[in-house]
């Protein structure tokens, strides 16, 4: 079973959610990860896909948008808003309002949430989910800005 941690910032602001996901991306990747991002919508998977070039200044993380066809090098972020291929479900970072599928074969969850109803709603459904899974789950809280709270 993988290992689950939610990431709860106290923004109300969806920006705010994408940059702490940047930082969260691009720390996976420098350890070696090469996660897949599971956006709610393909026009979320935009906003992150062009942000992750801009977010830092002289920060590069290899990414692009998954459209069901795998990518020429497998030592890549991708991001989408359909289930991860088989080769980027190690690392799950999920945006989406739903559990990735084939949970099972994932080693990390990282569910980022920010400070919004449907939101937090859709997360505390899938919180749920994970438990009865019999799966452990971390909670961190965040600032509005993504530091660490407790």
Known sequence: MPEVAFYVLASEDEQQRLLFVCKLVEKAYRSGSFCYVLADTDEQ????DDLLW???RGSFIPHQLYTESLPPL????LIGASEPPESW??????LSCQCPSNIEQAERIL???HDDEATLTAG???YRRYQQLGIAIKKHKLDQ???LLE
């Open 45 to 48: 998977a935009r906003k992150l």
């Open 74 to 77: 497998e030592h890549v972020i």
């Open 89 to 94: 479900r190690k690392v799950i970072v999920n």
């Open 124 to 126: 505390r459904l899938r």
């Open 54 to 56: 801009t977010f830092r």
């Open 111 to 113: 569910e980022v949430l």
């Open 145 to 147: 800005k993504g530091k």
